[in-house]
Every structure is written in C-alpha cells, then in structure tokens.
C-alpha cells in the first residue's frame, strides 16, 4: 500500500445553500493543499461521530490540521442556530479536538448566508 497523506480534516453542515460558497473558500484557502472534507447535518454538533471520522481520517492521512464550519440558520440547530450557540459549540469541538491531538492547528468559521467566513 502506498503512503498518502493529506493536510487537513475539513467539516461543514451538509446544508445544500452553503457548498458552492465553501467551495470556492477552499478553492482560494486550500489551493496547493490537500483535505479530507465530511459533511454531517449540523457539522460537529454530534461531536462523537466527527471524532471518529478525524480518527480515521488521521490515521489513513497523517492529518494535522482542522477546519470545522457551521452556518447561519442551520435547520440542525433550529431555533437553538444562534451565533452563540455556534460560537460555544465550535470551541467546544475544538477543546476536544486539541486534548487528543495537542499538536493539531484548528481553525472555526461561521459561514453567513451571504458567503462570508467569520473567523470564530
Ligand atoms: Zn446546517
């Protein structure tokens, strides 16, 4: 078996509206690089199963960096899809990201509606 590695482990809602717009961010973002992208309904909000699929991902791909997305009005989050709440849960995903893999550089975003990347 060949070794292949990549650079990062990108997550992003599954939601239709947003992936042109992360597309063409990962376009200009990721342009000599190489990534692992998932999409889960509500992005990392069920944590467990994004861990799994780092694990994996760094496993087959030596990964090291993350980049988690959540999006404005995220049908997963209903009423509870505030900037907020995406906020807390992205640091949340990101503290537990960097407790297993300490080394890692993990990146949040809050995509608009409009297309625009909010660092968080
Ligand atoms: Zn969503």
Known sequence: MSIHTCDAFVVACIDFRFQRFIKKWLEENFQ??????????????????????????VRLHHTKQVVLIHHE??????????????????????????????QFKVDLYYLHLDGKFERI
């Open 73 to 102: 009005e995220c049908g997963a989050y209903g009423t509870e899809s505030t900037h907020d709440r995406h906020a807390k849960d992205l640091n949340i995903a990101k503290k537990t990201i960097l407790k297993k893999y300490p």
């Open 32 to 57: 000599n690089k190489t990534y692992d992208y998932v999409g889960f309904a509500g992005s990392t909000k069920d944590l467990k199963t994004i861990m799994n699929q780092l694990d994996i991902s």
